[in-house]
């Protein structure tokens, strides 16, 4: 049987961006509407199927990536990126663009769904491809400027939304249609890298993932989702309980907050030699003392200083932990380990909200919650560095050399 595997290839910076910006498309899901929801609101009424309904249509994006990112994972192994990836561009814009025809709240609600269901493929797809065609400080580099374009495209769909939307609160649904044009730029630029086990009319099993070495990285990365979206999440609402309502306010200083978070992530780019026993614990460090400072006072300075501190340390955590869970994974697992860490980030997303919510109600204020959030993360800043490092001492010893920390 003649091998149908693509030659090697070498990727290059058009690969790099264009994964860059595919990896956009689920923030897009996730904050482009977040303006319109009370206009949204409005158009369907107040009664309580709608109360409910209307923000699940902006949640339930993310809880499909959590639930669906590993078989996402096991697919783009057995089956293939490429194929998947381009599926999902075009089930994106189907489904993505679905609520500008519905009627129904139910039904878009579900087209949310199916949104969440591309999302799941399309980041698993980006994710490992750049693990695929980049490898040591150059894919630490592409990695952390994933999560860069993710926090900067944050902002200018929240500005966009709200714009687009000001006439119309259908209006936004129209830029799910951009995948299209990333389709067509993936099928020209993006290929199939070497290494692939599925050979044409050949099924191989797939090797088996290491569960015991997944287990811990993911475990932490559903904690990590949490501290990661509660300066997102409750910035405005801790700006607006110190006196601060003006939203184009509370509008810059979050701007602000989130471009703590791409700075964060740029670095780890260019610090990532120091590795995730030295960088983990410091990420989670400067998270909790953020949140901490960000709950514990009604002083609008401090604050803010405390979400930019925050924001910087989840920007360097994500891209820590993403590289975390891929060491040690061979190309026919990267997928599935990919899908697993993606499914741990988003849950811990889907859930923060609920989380804080009932820290608040425990606890008899928003502010307290914040910062047992950021307590919990200066709590992992400790544990994950006594771990790690006790992981890296044992593999030193066998390996007989001497090591000291």
């Known amino acids: 049987?003649?091998?149908?595997?693509?030659?090697?290839?070498?990727?290059?910076?058009?690969?790099?961006?264009?994964?860059?910006?595919?990896?956009?498309?689920?923030?897009?899901?996730?904050?482009?509407?977040?303006?319109?929801?009370?206009?949204?609101?409005?158009?369907?009424?107040?009664?309580?199927?709608?109360?409910?309904?209307?923000?699940?249509?902006?949640?339930?994006?993310?809880?499909?990536?959590?639930?669906?990112?590993?078989?996402?994972?096991?697919?783009?192994?057995?089956?293939?990126?490429?194929?998947?990836?381009?599926?999902?561009?075009?089930?994106?814009?189907?489904?993505?663009?679905?609520?500008?025809?519905?009627?129904?709240?139910?039904?878009?609600?579900?087209?949310?769904?199916?949104?969440?269901?591309?999302?799941?493929?399309?980041?698993?797809?980006?994710?490992?491809?750049?693990?695929?065609?980049?490898?040591?400080?150059?894919?630490?580099?592409?990695?952390?400027?994933?999560?860069?374009?993710?926090?900067?495209?944050?902002?200018?769909?929240?500005?966009?939304?709200?714009?687009?939307?000001?006439?119309?609160?259908?209006?936004?649904?129209?830029?799910?249609?951009?995948?299209?044009?990333?389709?067509?730029?993936?099928?020209?630029?993006?290929?199939?890298?070497?290494?692939?086990?599925?050979?044409?009319?050949?099924?191989?099993?797939?090797?088996p993932l290491p569960a015991r070495a997944l287990a811990l990285p993911c475990a932490v990365s559903v904690v990590g989702g949490i501290v990661f979206y509660t300066p997102i999440v409750e910035l405005p609402y801790v700006l607006d309980a110190a006196g601060i309502t003006a939203v184009p306010t509370i509008g810059a200083f979050a701007a602000l907050a989130s471009l703590a978070t791409a700075g964060g992530a740029y670095t780890f780019g260019r610090v990532s030699a120091r590795g995730t026993a030295t960088l983990l614990p410091i990420a989670f460090g400067l998270a909790g003392i953020g949140l901490v400072l960000l709950g514990a006072t009604s002083m609008v300075p401090v604050i803010v200083l405390g979400a930019v501190i925050a924001s910087a340390g989840t920007g360097l955590m994500l891209p820590t932990l993403l590289v975390w869970a891929q060491s040690g994974l061979t190309f026919e697992q990267r997928g599935r380990g990919t899908g697993l860490w993606t499914a741990a980030q988003f849950l811990g997303e889907f859930v923060c909200p609920l989380l804080v919510v009932a820290f608040t109600g425990a606890l008899g204020g928003l502010g307290a919650a914040v910062a047992l959030v950021g307590a919990i993360a200066l709590l992992l800043a400790f544990l994950t560095r006594r771990v790690l490092a006790s992981t890296a001492n044992d593999r030193r010893i066998s390996d007989g050399v001497t090591w000291t920390p």
């Open 1 to 207: 049987m003649p091998d149908t595997l693509t030659p090697v290839r070498k990727a290059g910076r058009t690969q790099g961006f264009l994964l860059m910006f595919m990896s956009c498309l689920p923030v897009l899901g996730a904050v482009l509407l977040a303006p319109v929801l009370p206009r949204m609101q409005d158009h369907f009424g107040h009664s309580g199927a709608a109360t409910a309904l209307v923000p699940l249509s902006l949640t339930v994006p993310a809880l499909m990536i959590a639930l669906l990112a590993p078989f996402a994972g096991s697919i783009v192994d057995r089956f293939g990126r490429k194929r998947l990836l381009l599926t999902g561009l075009a089930v994106y814009a189907v489904f993505g663009t679905a609520p500008l025809w519905l009627d129904g709240l139910a039904a878009i609600v579900l087209s949310r769904a199916g949104v969440g269901v591309a999302e799941a493929a399309i980041m698993t797809c980006c994710t490992t491809l750049i693990s695929d065609y980049f490898a040591g400080t150059e894919r630490d580099r592409w990695l952390g400027m994933q999560t860069v374009f993710a926090s900067l495209s944050a902002t200018l769909f929240f500005a966009l939304g709200g714009a687009l939307g000001a006439q119309d609160w259908r209006n936004p649904f129209w830029l799910y249609a951009s995948s299209l044009l990333f389709l067509v730029l993936a099928a020209a630029l993006i290929w199939q890298p070497s290494g692939e086990t599925a050979r044409a009319g050949e099924r191989t099993p797939l090797p």
